[in-house]
């Protein structure tokens, strides 16, 4: 997998697109690690706290803004997975 850098050179830009990676990059990954940690650490440790927040993520699924969000990043999980098979291109470069 080959990364590609952007050269800019505002400071402020430069840290928004850091910014952007890591919500779409890592974040998503951080949340099904953390989910099936949780989900883990209850039937071995008898945990209550583990039980606890994955019961409030379960109740706050009615809300329209978490469940966007959760479905977000599920979308971005698959993205991530396809694209390590299959190259997609989302926009051709413009001639100048």
Not at 36 to 47: E, G
């Amino acid at each position: 997998m080959k990364a590609t850098k952007l050269r800019v050179k505002n400071k402020t830009f430069k840290k928004i697109l850091a910014i952007e990676a890591y919500l779409h990059v890592i974040n998503p990954w951080i949340l099904l690690t953390a989910a099936m940690l949780l989900a883990v650490d209850i039937p071995l440790f008898k945990s209550m706290v583990s039980l606890m927040l994955l019961l409030i993520g379960l109740i706050l699924l009615p809300i329209k803004e978490y469940r966007t969000w959760l479905m977000q990043q599920i979308y971005l999980m698959i993205a991530a997975m396809k694209n390590i098979k299959t190259k997609e291109i989302a926009w051709n470069k413009q001639e100048k």
